[in-house]
Each structure stands twice: as structure tokens, then as C-alpha cells.
């Protein structure tokens, strides 16, 4: 093949959000758009990720993946790239590239040195919906802040990009290498079974035969839905071969470009079919729904997990995997090296890590602040508010892994009960869990597509409002007498203690006396308009007061969040887009 150096010009907007590129698929159509970012990303690495190279390109498989796909083949040809890695049919699951990354070895005894995944992860697919690009590092994680601000300036600079235009599209559906000449030598793509790197690894960190007699027993039942996203590749191997689970447990697992229409966004809004087969929705199921349930978004990256008409909220549950890992889980049975959140995540993290005596960090929003911890040995397991959960097995969340975690902790705690005895549920995990460490009641209020200069405006009036503290009492106690006082309030900050790099603008956040908080942030990851999260948590000590309705506890601080932060008058909004 020729190499060509295409002539072109800056594209506005190619600012990477919280977790990549994310924008409408006619964005993406634009003549150079996705040529534009794949050369500033190329340009920001240095030059021995690049020539001489592996990557590792494939996503999620919603609209638009398969042309891109082709089209990065050709760039990285271009730009001296050795091999690329593609999953079958472009499929690999966000935290399966993470885990290709730091595990698969080439038959030259190559290993990859990054990757371009492609999704918008929870986002919808298809012609009108989204597409993404991010670039993944060495160490199976999302790029650094230092560089994604590279690949945007360079974005605002580029001038010409390189492709080599006559290099055939190589099938991406059928296993096997297929070489190219180029003025460099040698070029390779490597198509690969997308779920062998990924089921061995999660082999290697749980015990898979007490995982395979608890989805035996009678007593237990299972349901797992893939939303039609990526997770469908990964759920048949996984849980119907090796861990034994019928067939019929399977909800929505073949993947496809649009998701089926629907939201791929494990939630109790968008997951609606799995929530009714539990029980939660507001018809009754026929059957009796089953003991477990779990969904996970289009990338695979988040999970939710649900009992029997019970719903866990992710800042608990990952509180409660940090809090059996060592028994459950063989891969931390050494011990848990250190635990970490995100700024909005509830404290009921901390609670584990301070009665375990663990390490404890909070970082802003977005995993990529997790890898830095994990590289230098810092933490094990650590999570999000917004269904993400994962451990340092990889530097991505993993909502399959999030899931076998649940049936591990469910195996262990049912180790003797499978034969005799009363199964021991999910909701019974967790309401003992409440009872030893108190419970956080949470909720997160989400504006979607408001006004983007509206959002800015609302932000900008919370920060000036923080000049006061007794001001802000003062107008807090005005609208509830029956909430404490705000001890601190600030915008988080976050200094990362192994590269000393600092995050500003992390959020707003109202600290009370008694625990509660109120954090506002905006979104990073929407492909319009601007989305306002309000995240809202009230901690619970008595235990005989952790049996409440999170939305009768919290609602005292929901109206104080929404009349201080005059929700309404910036937005025109008298309700959240979705309430989680
Ligand atoms: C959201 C979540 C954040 C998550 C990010 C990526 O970001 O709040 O916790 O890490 O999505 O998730 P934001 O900036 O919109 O609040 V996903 O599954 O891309 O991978
Ligand atoms: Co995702």
C-alpha cells in the first residue's frame, strides 16, 4: 500500500469528555472528522506507540463501528503501525480491551501498547444517536488528562493526516491474520475471538465451581441482561458455558447496532425489562422473579445488581464487595491493597475502608483516576455512583466482573445453606451490611439536555454562593429547619498522590454536619446540550432506621438542593430527565 497525506483543517468541539469523544453519528459522518481525532490522537503518543506498534481497535459495535473500524486500519497502516488487533466482528467490551491490553500475548510474542475503543458506552446507538472514540494506554486504561489535552490542541492545529486509501477493507468477521507491504514493511491486523483473553482472566480471579453450585442449586435463579449491547458476547460464554446458567436466563444478549432501540443504560429507568422480570416494576410479574438480576450497559463497563424485588444502589455495592472480597473472591484473598470512589459516590465505601482499616481515596468522576492508584499498588476495588465497579484485574470498570463479584459474595455466604436452610439473599447482603455499618441513603437527580449556557449560569451561582457559609445556612434553614448545618462547602479539587497532578473543577459540594451532601456537577459525557447531576446522600447510623424509602428520607435535603441551587428558575425544569 501508499501512504497519502491528506490535507485538512481544524474541526471545533474535539474535546475529549469524561470518558472520550462522544458525539451524534452525523457528526461523526462529517468529511475528516474521525480522521481528524485518530491523527491528533496518533500525534500526541509518543513516537514508539505508534511505529512499530500493536493497537487494539474494536468497541461496543453500535452504528457507524465497522467504517471506523476501516477506516483506523488505514490510518494506522499509514502512520507505521506493525499490527492491529481487531475483536471479532469489531467487538470487544470496554473492560475486555483493558484486559487484551495488559494480557494477550501475539504469536511473535507482541503485546499491545494501547487501543481505540469505539462507543459511547450507555449513550443510544444508530444513524440519529451516538457514537464515541477513546484512546486507551499502555497500562489497559483510559488516556490521562495531560493526554487528551494534547490530542485537543492538537485537534485546534491539525493540518494533514495519513492513510493509506488503497489498502482493501479486511473482513473483520472471520478469525485470522491478514498481512500487508507498505513503505515501512510489514503490516498486520489480527482478527481474534473477542471473549477467550476476557474468560480466562475472570477464570483466574473467581472460584468458578462455587459460582457454577449456587446457579445449580434449586433454590437459586438468575437473569442477566445485556441491553443488546456488547456484554450479550461475553454473558453466553461466561454464564450459560462455563458457569452453567439455562439459556433462558439470557435477556437481550445479542448485540446489535442500535441496541434495539432502546437505552443501553443499566438502570431502573432504561433496564425495563429486567426490572419487571424482578419484580420492581409496577405490574407484577407472572412468574416469581428470580434471586438475582443484573444488567450491564452497551460497553459492558457498568452493571446494575437487583434481589428479588430489591434494587442496590452501585455506592453500596461496591461497599459491599470491598467488604467480603477477601473471603469471597480468591484474587483478593492476599488482602485488599487500598479502596477508592469518586467524589459523588456515597461514603458507604469509607465506612468499609475505616472499620477495615484500608486505605481509603476519593477521586473526581471518571475511571481513569482509578489507574494511577492501581499502577503504583495503591488500591484494589473501587467504584462509582453510576453503576461502575471494578479492581485493579484491569484499569476499566467491568460490569461482568461486577456480576460474578455478586455471585461470588452469594456463593460464599451460601456455602453451607444450598442443601439445607434458608438461601440467604441479596436483599438480606445487604440490609445486614446496613445493619453493621449504617446505611447511606443516595439519589442522583439528572437534567439531560438543558440549556447549555443555563447550566453554566446555575454553576456559577452555587460557586459565589459558597463565598458565605453562614449565608448558605442561613438560606438553607429558610427552606428546611429540620436539615443540619453545612460545615464546608467548596469545589472538589482532587491532587493525584502518585503524579501530583491536579483536577479542578471537579464538582460543587455541600458538606452538612451530619454527613449528608449535596453535589452538583455537569456531565461529560452528553452529545448535546448540557446535563445537570444532583447528587444526594444522608447517612443512617440507628438500625432501626435504615429500612426506609430512600425517597421519603432524602426529601427534606431534595428540596433544599432544588430551591438553593434555584433548579427551576436556571432550567425551566420542575422535574429531573431521569432519577436514579
Ligand atoms: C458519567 C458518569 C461517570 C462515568 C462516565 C463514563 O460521566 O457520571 O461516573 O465514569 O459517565 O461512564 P458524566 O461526566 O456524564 O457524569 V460510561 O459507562 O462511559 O463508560
Ligand atoms: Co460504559
Redesign the pocket.
Known amino acids: 500500500f501508499k501512504i497519502s497525506s491528506v490535507e485538512t483543517t481544524p474541526i471545533d468541539g474535539q474535546k475529549p469528555?469524561?470518558?472520550?469523544l462522544r458525539k451524534k453519528v452525523k457528526v461523526f459522518l462529517q468529511p475528516h472528522y474521525l480522521h481528524n481525532f485518530v491523527q491528533s490522537t496518533f500525534n500526541a503518543l509518543t513516537a514508539e506507540k505508534v511505529k512499530g506498534a500493536t493497537l487494539v481497535v474494536s468497541g461496543d459495535g453500535r452504528y457507524f463501528s465497522k467504517d471506523a473500524i476501516q477506516i483506523i486500519i488505514k490510518m494506522s497502516a499509514a502512520n507505521g503501525v506493525r499490527q492491529v488487533w481487531i475483536g471479532q466482528n469489531g467487538l470487544l467490551s470496554?473492560p475486555a480491551v483493558s484486559a487484551v491490553i495488559r494480557e494477550r500475548v501475539g504469536a511473535d510474542g507482541s503485546k499491545a501498547t494501547g487501543a481505540f475503543i469505539l462507543?459511547?458506552?450507555?449513550n443510544p446507538g444508530g444513524p440519529h444517536e451516538d457514537f464515541?472514540i477513546k484512546y486507551n494506554m499502555e497500562n489497559g486504561g483510559p488516556a490521562p488528562e495531560a493526554i487528551t489535552d494534547k490530542i485537543y490542541e492538537n485537534t485546534k492545529s491539525l493540518k494533514e493526516y495519513f492513510i493509506a486509501e488503497d489498502l482493501p477493507d479486511v473482513d473483520i468477521s472471520t478469525i485470522g491474520v491478514t498481512s500487508f507491504g507498505g513503505p515501512e514493511g510489514q503490516f498486520d491486523v489480527e482478527v481474534f475471538d473477542s471473549a477467550s483473553d476476557y474468560v480466562k482472566l475472570m477464570k483466574s480471579i473467581f472460584d468458578f465451581e462455587s459460582i457454577q453450585k449456587l446457579l445449580q442449586s434449586a433454590k437459586f435463579s438468575f437473569c442477566f441482561d445485556a441491553l443488546h449491547g456488547v456484554a450479550g458476547a461475553y454473558a453466553k460464554r461466561i454464564f450459560v458455558e462455563e458457569l452453567g446458567a439455562n439459556e433462558s436466563s439470557l435477556l437481550n444478549c445479542t448485540p446489535k447496532e442500535d441496541f434495539g432501540g432502546g437505552h443501553p443504560d443499566p438502570n431502573l429507568t432504561y433496564a425495563k425489562e429486567l426490572v419487571a422480570r424482578m419484580g420492581l416494576g409496577k405490574t407484577n410479574p407472572e412468574q416469581e422473579p428470580p434471586e438475582f438480576g443484573a444488567a450491564a450497559?452497551?460497553?459492558a463497563?457498568?452493571n446494575m445488581v437487583l434481589g428479588k424485588r430489591f434494587f442496590v444502589t452501585p455506592s453500596d455495592s461496591v461497599a459491599i464487595i470491598a467488604a467480603n472480597a477477601v473471603q469471597a473472591i480468591p484474587y483478593f484473598s492476599g488482602g485488599l491493597k487500598g479502596v477508592a470512589r469518586?467524589m459523588?459516590t456515597s461514603a458507604a465505601l469509607d465506612v468499609v475502608a475505616k472499620h477495615l482499616n484500608l486505605k481509603f481515596f476519593e477521586v473526581p468522576?471518571?475511571?481513569k483516576f482509578f489507574g494511577n492508584l492501581m499502577d503504583a499498588g495503591m488500591c484494589s476495588v473501587c467504584g462509582?455512583?453510576?453503576?461502575?465497579t471494578g479492581s485493579d484485574h484491569i484499569r476499566?470498570?467491568d460490569g461482568i466482573w461486577a456480576v460474578l463479584a455478586w455471585l461470588s459474595i452469594l456463593a460464599y455466604k451460601n456455602k453451607d445453606n444450598l442443601n439445607e436452610g434458608k438461601l440467604i439473599t441479596v436483599e438480606d447482603i445487604v440490609t445486614q451490611h446496613w445493619a453493621k455499618y449504617g446505611r447511606h441513603y443516595y439519589t442522583r437527580y439528572d437534567y439531560e439536555n438543558v440549556d447549555a449556557g443555563a447550566a453554566k449560569e446555575l454553576m456559577a451561582y452555587l460557586v459565589e454562593l459558597q463565598a458565605s457559609l453562614p449565608d448558605v445556612n442561613k438560606i438553607i434553614k429558610g427552606i428546611r429547619s429540620d436539615v443540619s448545618n453545612v460545615a464546608e462547602a467548596n469545589e472538589f479539587e482532587y491532587k493525584d498522590p502518585v503524579d501530583g497532578s491536579i483536577s479542578k473543577h471537579q464538582g460543587i459540594r455541600y458538606l452538612f454536619e451530619d454527613g449528608s451532601r449535596l453535589v452538583f456537577?455537569?456531565?461529560?459525557?452528553?452529545s448535546e446540550g448540557a446535563?445537570i447531576?444532583l447528587y444526594i446522600e444522608q447517612y443512617e447510623k440507628d438500625s432501626s432506621k435504615t429500612g426506609r424509602d430512600s425517597q421519603d428520607a432524602l426529601a427534606p435535603l431534595v428540596e433544599v438542593a432544588l430551591k438553593l441551587s434555584k433548579m427551576q428558575e436556571f432550567t425551566g425544569r420542575s422535574a429531573p430527565t431521569i432519577l436514579s
Open positions: 469528555g469524561t470518558s472520550g470496554t462507543t459511547a458506552s450507555h464515541g450497559d452497551g460497553d463497563d457498568r469518586s459523588p468522576t471518571g475511571w462509582e455512583e453510576s453503576f461502575g476499566e470498570k456537577r455537569l456531565s461529560g459525557t452528553g446535563t447531576r
